[in-house]
């Protein structure tokens, strides 16, 4: 008897709660999947307020296998990113789903169908909902957890994801290293640094807890203007910027940031995040009611940070100062016990923070993957 399969675009609340749910069933085996945290992916998903919205929208879908609920997908439109490049490009994102390629089909035949019926020409992803947030089906490194902010899924998503013809477009690395190997940085590297400092009479910082709220607002700031000409990449909206900043203001050490001036002028800036994942899984991700307290109590213990960001100016991107950024963070990551750290993600088309990273000594030890596909064949 075959299986009888339904997609249902996701409308009520008991749709929005499976379209949740499913993940953790999903993934209730899989030792290495860390939980979203709920409230937030609600938001980015649409489900909640989020000012990425306010440029763009979303349509979610779930599909049935035999009555159960056995896959996901969001349809994503962002109207920034067609501005910005002169596209007409959609976005899927948020998809999970069973070893089942009609299954999984389904789903990204809906989305793409309500993609081009919005005059879309291309789809690109996974974006979870953009560049700027959770991105990319990893393809390599499934042997330990992720990180604080980065994807995780099962091993055959790459194949359903081609099953359905889209194609690989850009790769996104993830680098590990060991502090105490950063300590014994190549000489020729330390030269940079030195030089660098040198010639531009830098001054180097870590935020000010006193004003730590403007201090975010610069970074975000910085960040914007530091990635104009990147891959894909779409600047913050101002409501964006409040709203990150509003939660980055929480989840920040500020002895984990740096800032890099010139004649009083910041370029460069730079951030790790503790890696929450391992506190995030063990409240399921759950804020509420005691989920947050977690968070916060437990960020002394945790040994790995994730350098998520180091951004600089374009006028001085050649000129070393990414390195100047890590340095600046490095003792103070010595001093509150960490003893590892993940840089990511990095373009595999940003050659000069590859070539600085490889050179450093990192290893490469995740692969996640964006695919593009034509909405030309796509019927309506």
């Known amino acids: 008897m075959s299986s009888k399969y339904e997609v249902i675009r996701v409308e009520d609340r008991r749709q929005k709660r499976e379209f949740m749910d499913f993940i953790w069933k999903l993934h209730k085996h899989d030792p290495n999947w860390i939980p979203p945290l709920r409230m937030n992916q609600e938001e980015l998903v649409g489900f909640r307020r989020h000012p990425f919205y306010e440029n763009a929208k979303c349509r979610t879908f779930i599909v049935r296998k035999d009555g159960e609920v056995v896959g996901r997908i969001a349809a994503i439109i962002n109207h920034g990113h067609n501005k910005c490049f002169g596209e007409k490009r959609g976005f899927f994102g948020f998809f999970d789903c069973i070893d089942d390629q009609h299954a999984a089909n389904l789903l990204l035949m809906e989305a793409s169908r309500y993609l081009k019926s919005e005059g879309m020409d291309d789809v690109r992803g996974p974006c979870n909902p953009s560049l700027n947030y959770e991105l990319g089906t990893l393809v390599d490194g499934f042997d330990t957890p992720p990180t604080f902010m980065m994807t995780y899924n099962w091993p055959y998503y790459d194949k359903l994801i081609t099953g359905f013809g889209f194609e690989k477009t850009q790769d996104l690395y993830a680098y590990d290293a060991n502090l105490e190997m950063l300590k014994t940085i190549d000489p020729k590297l330390k030269f940079v640094i030195e030089e660098v400092k040198r010639r531009f009479n830098v001054t180097v910082r870590a935020a000010n807890k006193k004003k730590f709220g403007d201090e975010v607002k610069l970074f975000l700031k910085i960040y914007n203007q530091a990635l104009q000409g990147t891959w ?21 050490d500020p002895a984990l ?27 399921n991700g759950r804020l509420f009611p005691f989920g947050f307290l977690t968070l916060l109590l437990g960020r002394r213990k945790i040994k790995k ?11 001085y991107q050649r000129w070393g100062l990414g390195l100047v950024v890590l340095e600046r963070m490095l003792p103070d990551c010595i001093a509150k016990g960490i003893t ?3 840089f990511s993600w990095v373009l595999e088309s940003n050659h000069l923070s590859r070539g600085s990273l490889e050179r450093a000594g990192t290893t ?9 596909r034509t909405l030309s064949d796509i019927p309506t």
């Open 340 to 342: 590892d750290t993940e």
């Open 232 to 252: 894909g990449f779409v600047p913050l909206s101002d409501a964006e910027c409040h709203g990150l900043g509003a939660s980055l203001k929480l989840l920040i």
């Open 305 to 315: 940070v994730r350098a998520m960001s180091t951004n600089v100016v374009p006028e």
């Open 364 to 372: 490469r030890a995740k692969t996640y993957r964006l695919y593009d």
């Open 257 to 283: 940031t740096s800032f890099v001036e010139v004649e009083g002028k910041t370029v460069a800036v730079g951030i790790c995040l503790p890696d929450y994942n391992p506190l995030i899984k063990k409240i």
